[in-house]
């Protein structure tokens, strides 16, 4: 078993930044690969970003390329996630999860989920 909590999110006007941690207990945290969704409102669950163990591979979906960072610190059981230049339609709750692998994009491939964080960005 893996427990994860997200901590960081909150409201932010757009063009402004937040980063969101994802603290993780149980099962040896580096074993896993590491992702975050979100999901706003009457929407599927989204893909945001994933990195792999070691932390030296990462993916990121479209709709924030460029703007989202996701890093990892095994020593600390942390995943987080760095937004920045924030958009209102970036209002989502967020979640992390934890893989042991398999289509990264998807949340069948995640094993375990946190409770989520609400992003709200106003405009």
């Known amino acids: 078993q893996v427990q994860l909590v997200e901590s960081g999110g909150g409201l932010v006007q757009a063009g402004g930044s937040l980063r969101l941690s994802c603290a993780a207990s149980g099962r040896t945290f580096s074993s896993f690969v590491m992702g975050w969704f979100r999901q706003a409102p009457g929407k599927e669950r989204e893909f945001v970003a994933a990195?792999?163990?070691?932390?030296?591979?990462?993916y990121s979906g479209d709709s924030v390329k460029g703007r989202f960072t996701i890093s990892r610190d095994n020593a600390r059981n942390t995943v987080f996630l760095q937004m920045n230049s924030l958009k209102p339609e970036d209002t989502a709750v967020y979640y992390c999860?934890?893989?042991?692998?398999?289509?990264?994009?998807?949340?069948?491939?995640?094993?375990?989920w946190g409770q989520g964080t609400q992003v709200t960005v106003s405009s």
């Open positions: 990195i792999g163990w070691s932390g030296g591979t990462t």
């Open positions: 999860a934890a893989s042991n692998g398999g289509n990264l994009l998807r949340p069948r491939a995640y094993d375990y």
